[in-house]
Structures are given as C-alpha cells and as structure tokens.
C-alpha cells in the first residue's frame, strides 16, 4: 500500500469520514474510497451514510446532491474546477422559460443539474433509472432535462409517453459517433457493443445494450460473450479489464474521457480530508424544494 492510501486510510478512521467515488474516476482512488459507483448507487449511499464528512470523488452535481441529502454533515469536493458540463447547460432562468413554453407538464431532471434546477423540477432522475422515473408519473407528456439524448432514449424505450427535451447534451459521449460503432464491429465482429444512454439516438440505436455505468458493468459481467465494445467514458473500461481478465474490453475511440471526472488524485483526496476542502454549502430554501424532487427519486428506486 501507498503512503498516502494509508494516510488518507487513518484520516477517515480519525474524522468519521466516508469517501464516495463514481466510476469515471482516476483508478487509484478505488483503493481509498468506500463506494465506487453510478449516480444513483452513489446518491444511495449518500442518503444513508452515519459519517461526518462525505468527500465526493466526483464532479460538482454530485457533492452538492450529496449536501441536499445531508444537511448537516460537512460534504467535501476535492477540486472544485469538477465541474459538470452538460449540467451547466440549464441554469434556473433558462429552465423556467422552458417550463414556460410547455406549461402545466410534468419535468423530469437528470440529476446532472444544479439544485437551482431541481428545486423547481418534479422528480429527478438518472441515467439507471430514468424510464422507471418517467413512467412512475402516468403522464402522456413530460419535459426532460437537460440531457436530450437520455430523455430520447426513455420515450423511445417506453413508447406511450412523448417526452419533450431541453436541448443538452454531454460532449464526452456526443464525441461516439455510428461510425465508430461500426468500424468497431468490423474490426471486432464478436464484440458486444454497450453504449451509455447520453451517446446521440444514432449510436445507442446500433448497441447491443445501453444502460449506465454500472448497468454496462453488470451486463457485461454476466454475458456469455468475451470481448466487448464499451461506449461511454473511460473509466469503465478500466474497471471492467481490473476486474474481469478472462474478457476483453475495447474503448469504442481513443479518449473518450470526461476532463472534470478526471481531476482529482489521491493527493486531492488526502488534502481534502486534512484541510477540509472545499465544503460545499447550498441555501437552505433552494435545498429544501431540491430535496422534495431528489427524495421523490430515491423513494420510486427503491
Ligand atoms: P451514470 O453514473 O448514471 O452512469 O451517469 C454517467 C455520468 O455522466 C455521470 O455524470
Ligand atoms: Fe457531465 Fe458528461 Fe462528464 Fe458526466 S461525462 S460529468 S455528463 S460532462
């Protein structure tokens, strides 16, 4: 083990501290962390930790989810820069026109938003589990957002209900393009191909499987295939060739890498810890209508 792994190991003993890390992450900050997942895993376990701190090994969303939940325990992002770029497509003015345009319709957000957003939104929800969300609210109509491609995909898996899109997007996963997909099964014609739901409607309508990261961990555990073709950001694939050897693991294109997933270093880690770095804050009247639509989220997964 490290020095540091060990430090940061002692600290979070010393501090009752619990350190949650989504998937996208560096790789070494799988030895220090508790939880390694998606959004909503990540997000789960944010809402029943009995920790003191929460450092959040993952971008600005989610810490700040995480302090929505936890009021009044301190929540730690380790580099602030992390930021969320397609959840900073939407800020509240522009979804309040947006409301507007469309008016008395449910709004769905993707937790990729800030807690300005879901705190005028319905329901929130993830990448895992979206269509569950969507249709939880028996409504022929609904307005999504940010991400445009994820709200695509539900209405086109469930079929019954028009879902109107904020035109959003994530710029790591718009980077695949079909002919990647394509060149990729020619090259690889035994391959499965997993796509993540934030890839463009012409990519995740040739995959095999779409799903989150850890639907696309899962899936691809569990399938009898041997070599895959993982369309989403690198850190998947990192992961899946760690923990299964036996299979091979393919990034669709060369750097499909989200930059602000990719900050944080155990030495950030460490800091943060030490020095209590950077506590995240959220005003208390904008948390509380946020936390009705996270709360609502968490109650329809479970
Ligand atoms: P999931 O963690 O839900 O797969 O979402 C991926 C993502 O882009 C997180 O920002
Ligand atoms: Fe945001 Fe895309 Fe990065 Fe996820 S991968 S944090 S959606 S910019």
């Not at 376990?45 to 450092?55: E, G, L, M, S």
């Not at 329901?123 to 409504?139: D, G, K, Q």
């Amino acid at each position: 083990m490290n020095a540091l792994t060990e430090k940061i190991r002692e600290l979070k003993a010393k501090k009752n501290a619990v350190i949650l890390a989504h998937c996208y992450q560096n790789i070494e900050i799988d030895e220090v962390a508790d939880f390694v997942g998606d959004s909503l895993y990540l997000s789960q376990q944010a809402a029943k930790t009995d920790a003191d701190i929460i450092v959040f090994a993952g971008v600005f969303f989610m810490a700040q989810t995480a302090k929505i939940l936890n009021p009044n325990k301190k929540v730690l992002l380790p580099r602030m820069e992390s930021g969320c770029l397609m959840a900073d497509m939407i800020d509240y003015k522009q979804l309040i026109d947006f409301k507007a345009q469309h008016p008395n319709i449910p709004t769905v957000c993707y937790i990729n938003s800030t807690a300005e957003v879901k705190s005028e939104c319905d329901i929130c929800c993830t990448s895992s589990n979206a269509v569950r969300i969507v249709e939880s609210l028996h409504a022929p109509e609904i307005l999504f957002l940010p991400d445009t491609y994820l709200g695509k995909w539900t209405e086109k898996v469930l079929r019954n209900v028009k879902v109107i899109t904020y035109p959003g997007f994530c710029p790591t996963h718009l980077r695949i393009k079909p002919e990647d997909v394509t060149e990729a099964r020619k090259k690889y014609p035994e391959a499965e191909v997993l796509a993540h739901p934030e890839c463009h409607q012409s990519v995740t309508e040739l995959a095999d499987y779409v799903g989150s990261t850890t639907g696309i961990m899962k899936y691809a555990a569990e399938s009898s295939a041997k070599q895959f073709i993982i369309a989403t950001e690198k850190g998947v694939v990192d992961r899946l060739k760690r923990d299964y050897k036996d299979k091979e693991f393919i990034l669709i294109k060369d750097n499909i890498v989200c930059p602000n997933m990719k900050w944080n270093t155990l030495e950030d880690i460490y800091n943060a810890l030490e020095y209590e770095q950077y506590e995240i804050t959220v005003d208390e009247n904008i948390a509380h209508k946020a936390l009705k639509c996270i709360d609502r989220m968490l109650e329809v997964s479970k």
